[in-house]
């Protein structure tokens, strides 16, 4: 440094994390119909159009900020969090919350303290807690006025299909239904190097260990780890928001610490909270301690000498 330079970009990143993105996409195309299509569609539009505005006409700022596809990448996952027969104009409120106060009024990419999409779906869950929590059955393809609404598994855990969690024959958010997609789009992160295994994996081994503990003490009323692991947005949660460079801990230790805590915070309002996901709510917190991670656990400097 600064005479090796590295062919990785931002937009090269996020070209990679929309490819892993890919097989949950059409996981939920499959499972939703083209609702699900619409609704990612609109998403990405509103987000990709919100950051252009915002850039333009408020920062007064040349620079096309859109062409790193980090927009695109938040609309994706803000969409994944939505249920299919969502109405279009609440999605669009959801981008705006996403990009223009989570995103940009903190300074664009690089700069939020939380990940954009996982705010915007908790803002939405408390504004709007009756349509965000109305999932339509597997196979519906109507909008919100038509649908036929079920409870997500994640309501009832212990009596859910081990088989439609996994592969994603189950009701819920778009992108968090199928186990199997989630799984392929954390292999093509981890061949591509896009994202290292300390997070997703600690995340995933603090739930299953917790959850076995507490499936083995309480077996009637705690589903097995292999339900909690394939249930609700965890898979989703783990892999593609948990992992988010800019709110996430910078040093291998540190990312452990944050996976084990989003574990964690994420089985304690599971099992004893109001709310029967604890996914979102479990990485915001953990974003905002992201910084002091940041603080106490570095690594040694070059050249320094430990103390005895």
């Known amino acids: 440094s600064p005479h090796v330079h590295s062919p990785v970009t931002t937009q090269t990143i996020m ?41 333009k006409y408020i920062l007064k700022n040349d620079k ?4 790193d596809y980090s927009a695109v990448v938040t609309g994706i996952l803000l969409a994944f969090n939505l249920p299919s027969n969502l109405p279009l104009y609440i999605i669009i ?28 779906r908790v803002f939405l869950l408390i504004s709007f807690p009756v349509k965000m929590t109305m999932f339509p059955e597997v196979g519906q393809m109507t909008a919100y006025a038509d649908a036929v609404t079920a409870a997500t598994p994640m309501a009832n855990l212990v009596d859910a299909n081990l088989c439609d969690l996994f592969l994603g024959n189950v009701g819920g958010s778009l992108g968090e239904v199928s ?3 989630l799984l392929i789009g954390l292999a ?3 061949f591509s190097k896009t ?10 081994v603090t739930v299953f260990a917790l959850t076995g503990l507490l499936h ?12 909690h692991l394939c249930g609700g947005g965890l898979m989703l949660g783990a892999i593609f928001m948990a992992t988010d460079y800019v709110t996430s801990p910078m040093t291998a230790k540190g990312m452990i610490i944050y996976g084990i805590g989003i574990g964690v915070i994420t089985m304690i309002i599971r099992q004893w909270g ?17 910084p002091l991670i940041n603080k106490y656990v570095k690594p040694k400097r070059f050249g320094v000498i430990a103390k005895k």
């Open 15 to 55: 070209r990679d994390v929309l490819i892993a993105l890919a097989p949950a996409m059409i996981g939920a195309v499959y499972f939703f119909g083209l609702r699900a299509l619409l609704v990612i569609l609109v998403s990405v539009a509103a987000c990709v159009f919100f950051e252009w505005a915002i850039n």
């Open 64 to 67: 096309c900020s859109i062409c």
């Open 93 to 120: 409120i959801g981008a705006l919350f996403a990009i223009g106060v989570v995103k940009m009024t903190f300074g664009g990419l690089g700069c939020n303290l939380f990940n954009p999409a996982l705010a915007a």
């Open 179 to 181: 186990a199997l997609c």
């Open 188 to 190: 093509i992160l981890l």
């Open 195 to 204: 994202i290292t295994w300390h997070i997703p994996v600690s995340i995933l």
């Open 216 to 227: 083995i003490a309480y077996p009637v009323e705690v589903a097995t780890p292999w339900h």
């Open 274 to 290: 109001a709310y029967p996901e604890g996914m979102s709510f479990a990485i915001l917190l953990m974003n905002s301690v992201a």
